[in-house]
C-alpha cells in the first residue's frame, strides 16, 4: 500500500515525540521530580505509532503500565501527562492517578491500567458497547507478553471472538514480564499462536518496523469495523529499558541491549527509509524534531510550574 | 395505592424490565441470563422482549464478564453484570475492586462507572461451602462501590431501579432463599433511595440490626420476646453502604441496647463495623451493655443439613443474644 507522505512524516513525528518525552521521563525521575513507578516505553515506539495511526479519533484504545507511548500517539496532550506524571492537578487525573494511570476519554483513551491483563476484558466491553450501538467504532487494546499468561486473555478473547467484537488485540513482546524472559514463560514460540485458540486471525509481526505495524493494524482494524470481529496481532520489539527506572537489568546482558539499541531503534531504521525513499530531506526533518522538542520542554515546563492538587482533592470524585 | 403479591425474584426481573424500557443503554450480561432467563430467574423474558444484545449470555468468564461492564460503562453504556453466585465473585475481583471501584477516582473525576453487580449470596440450601457464602463486607471495604442487600420484594424492586440509576458502582445482594418468598408491591413505580435503613418493628427495650434474609429472623424472634416482655426494635438496613449510621444511632440513644445479626462470619463482618460506628458515637452514652454480634460461624459452610443449620445464626441464638444483655 503506498502511504501519503503526510501520514508517514505523521508516524516518523509520533514516534520521535514518545522517544522524547520518554527520555524527559527517565530524567526527571532521576531528578526526584517522578516519584512511585514509571515504565518507559524506549525502544518500542513503532508499535504504538503504526498501531494508532490505524484509527480514527473516536476509536478507543485502552493501555498497560507501560502506556505514555500509547496515549501519544492517541493523541494525548504531553503537557497534561507530564504534569500527571509528577503528581500536578492540571494533570490529566488531577494528579491522582499517576504514570499507571493516564486517561483522556475525550481521546479515546480509556485509560491505562496498574493490573497487568485488566485492560483486556475493559477493552472487550468498550467493544461490546460498539457491538450494541453500532456505532462502528474499533477499540485497540494494548497488552503485553506477560499478560497473554493471564487468565483474562483467554477470557475476554474467547467472549470478544464469539460475540466477533470490533477489538484488536495487540500484544506488544517486548521479550521480557518485568524481569522474566518470554523464553521461559511463553507456552509457544508465538503469541499469534494463541489465535487459532479462539478461531480468530493471529499475526506476529516486526514490531519495530512502524510500516509493518501501522499496515497489518489497519487491515485488522477494517476487517472489525466490517463486523467480523477481532484479531490478535504480537509485535516483538525490545525493551531498552529495565521494567523500571533504576532496575538492575541482572536478568540480561549489556551485548544484546546495544545490539537493539544499535541495529534495531525503530526510529532510526524508519529515518533512513525515509531519506533513501526521498520522503523527506534532513532539514525538513529536523524542523519537525525542533518542534517536538520544544513541545516536550514545554510540558515540562508546564508540569513543573503547575500547582499540586489541594487538600481537598483527597476526597473528591470517590463516588459520582 | 393498588398493591399486588409477586416474588422477590418476580420483584427483581420487574424492576430489570421497567429499567430496560426506560434506558436503551440498560442491559444485562452474564451467564445464563438470556435465553435461559438467568440460573435463578431474574431475567426471565429480557431476551424474548429486548433481544440478544441486550440480554447477553456470555461464557463463563466472570472476570470477562465483571471486565465487559466496566469497558462498556466508560463508554456510555449502564451494564447490569450478573455473579450468578457471590462466590464466583473471587474470579471477577480484580475487575471489581480494582478497575470498577478506583477508575472514577484515578481519572480524576473524569469516568462515571454506572454498573451494577447483582449477585447472589447466603447458604441454607445445602450448595456447601463454595456456593453459600455471604461476602459483603470485602465489597463493604472498599471505597468507590456501593452494597446493597434488600430482604424484602418490595425493598428488592426499588432497590435495584435505584442501583441502575445510580452513576456508581454497586453490588446488589440476593439471598437465594428470598427468591420465592412473596410479598407486596405498589402497582406503580416506585424506587427506595439508598442510605434508608427500614425500621421494621419499633420498640424501645432493645435494638436488632440486621438486613437480607436475616431480617426474617429477626422480625419472628421479637414476636417471641413480645411474649416475655422484651420489646425489640428491629432496622433492616437495607443497603449496606451507604450505612443509615442515623437510624441505628437514634434507635440505641432510645434503648441503650443493640444485638446484630448477619448470615456472614463474624471475624470481619458488617457487624464488628456497625459496633464501632456506635460506639465512636453520641450513642456510646446510652449505651447500657455490651453489644452482641448473632453472626455465621467462622468455618466455611457445611453441606450437611444439620451441620448448615448450626453454623448459621437461629431465631433462638438472636433471643439467647438479646436475653444476655437485657
Given amino acids: 500500500m503506498k502511504l501519503q507522505k503526510e501520514t508517514l512524516i505523521s508516524l516518523y513525528q509520533t514516534m520521535y515525540k514518545i522517544r522524547e518525552f520518554e527520555k524527559a521521563v527517565v530524567d526527571l525521575f532521576s531528578q526526584d521530580l517522578i516519584r512511585g513507578s514509571a515504565h518507559v516505553y524506549l525502544g518500542e515506539e513503532a508499535v504504538a505509532s503504526g498501531a494508532c495511526h490505524a484509527l480514527e479519533k473516536d476509536d478507543y484504545i485502552v493501555s498497560t503500565h507501560r502506556g505514555h507511548g500509547h496515549c501519544i500517539a492517541k493523541g494525548g496532550k504531553v503537557d497534561k501527562m507530564m504534569a500527571e506524571i509528577m503528581g500536578k492537578s492540571t494533570g490529566y487525573c488531577k494528579g491522582k492517578g499517576g504514570s499507571m494511570h493516564i486517561a483522556d476519554l475525550e481521546c479515546g483513551i480509556l485509560g491505562a491500567n496498574g493490573i497487568v491483563g485488566a485492560g483486556i476484558p475493559i477493552a472487550t466491553g468498550a467493544g461490546m458497547t460498539s457491538w450494541i450501538k453500532k456505532d462502528s467504532k474499533v477499540t485497540l487494546c494494548f497488552f503485553g507478553d506477560g499478560a497473554s499468561n493471564q487468565g483474562t486473555f483467554h477470557e475476554s478473547i474467547n467472549m470478544a471472538a464469539v460475540f466477533k467484537l470490533p477489538v484488536i488485540f495487540i500484544c506488544e513482546n517486548n521479550q521480557f514480564a518485568l524481569f522474566t524472559s518470554t523464553n521461559k514463560a511463553l507456552s509457544v514460540k508465538k503469541v499469534s499462536e494463541r489465535s487459532t485458540s479462539y478461531g480468530i486471525p493471529g499475526y506476529s509481526i516486526n514490531g519495530n518496523d512502524v510500516i509493518e505495524v501501522f499496515n497489518t493494524v489497519s487491515a485488522a482494524v477494517e476487517n472489525a469495523r466490517q463486523g467480523n470481529g477481532p484479531s490478535l496481532i504480537e509485535c516483538k520489539t525490545y525493551r531498552w529499558l529495565g521494567h523500571f527506572i533504576g532496575d538492575p537489568e541482572n536478568y540480561r546482558t549489556k551485548e544484546e541491549v546495544k545490539n537493539w539499541k544499535l541495529k534495531k531503534d525503530p526510529i532510526e531504521i524508519y529515518k533512513i527509509k525515509l531519506f533513501k525513499e526521498n520522503v523527506v530531506k534532513e532539514k525538513e526533518l529536523a524542523f519537525i524534531e525542533k518542534e517536538i522538542d520544544n513541545e516536550i520542554e514545554n510540558a515540562i515546563n508546564f508540569a513543573k510550574t503547575s500547582p499540586e492538587p489541594e487538600d481537598k482533592e483527597l476526597w473528591t470524585d470517590v463516588l459520582c | ?326
Avoid at chain 2, 426481573?13 to 440460573?39: C, I, K, P
Avoid at chain 2, 478506583?102 to 447472589?120: C, D, E, S
Fill in chain 2, 1 to 326: 395505592m393498588v398493591m399486588k403479591k409477586i416474588s422477590f425474584g418476580k420483584a427483581l426481573n420487574e424492576a430489570l424490565f421497567e429499567e430496560m424500557f426506560r434506558d436503551e443503554n440498560v442491559y444485562v450480561l452474564g451467564e445464563d441470563v438470556g435465553e435461559f432467563g438467568g440460573a435463578f430467574g431474574v431475567t426471565q423474558g429480557l431476551y424474548k422482549k429486548f433481544g440478544p444484545k441486550r440480554a447477553i449470555d456470555t461464557p463463563l468468564s466472570e472476570a470477562a464478564i465483571a471486565g465487559a461492564a466496566v469497558g462498556s460503562a466508560v463508554t456510555g453504556m449502564r451494564p447490569v453484570a450478573e455473579i450468578m453466585y457471590i462466590d464466583f465473585s473471587t474470579i471477577a475481583m480484580d475487575q471489581i475492586v480494582n478497575q470498577a471501584a478506583k477508575t472514577r477516582y484515578m481519572f480524576g473525576g473524569k469516568a462515571k462507572l454506572p454498573i451494577v453487580f447483582r449477585t447472589q449470596s447466603g447458604a441454607g440450601s445445602g450448595m456447601a461451602a463454595q456456593h453459600s457464602q455471604s461476602l459483603e463486607a470485602w465489597f463493604n471495604h472498599i471505597p468507590g462501590l456501593k452494597v446493597v442487600m434488600p430482604s424484602t420484594p418490595y425493598d428488592a424492586k426499588g432497590l435495584l431501579k435505584t442501583a441502575i440509576r445510580d452513576d456508581n458502582p454497586v453490588v446488589f445482594i440476593e439471598h437465594k432463599l428470598l427468591y420465592s418468598e412473596k410479598g407486596e408491591i405498589p402497582e406503580e413505580e416506585y424506587l427506595i433511595p439508598f442510605g434508608e435503613a427500614n425500621i421494621k418493628k419499633e420498640g424501645k427495650d432493645i435494638t436488632i440490626i440486621s438486613y437480607s434474609r436475616m431480617i426474617h429472623f429477626c422480625l419472628s424472634a421479637a414476636e417471641e420476646l413480645e411474649k416475655q416482655g422484651i420489646n425489640a426494635e428491629v432496622i433492616d438496613l437495607r443497603t449496606i453502604k451507604p450505612l443509615d449510621e442515623k437510624t441505628i444511632i437514634q434507635s440505641i440513644t432510645k434503648t441503650g441496647k443493640a444485638v446484630i445479626v448477619h448470615e456472614a462470619y463474624k471475624n470481619g463482618g458488617i457487624g464488628g463495623e456497625i459496633i464501632a460506628r456506635i460506639v465512636d458515637s453520641e450513642a456510646f452514652d446510652y449505651l447500657e451493655a455490651p453489644i452482641k454480634r448473632v453472626c455465621g460461624f467462622d468455618v466455611p459452610i457445611p453441606y450437611n443439613r444439620k451441620l448448615e443449620s448450626l453454623a448459621l445464626p437461629t431465631k433462638e441464638r438472636i433471643i439467647e443474644a438479646v436475653n444476655q444483655i437485657i
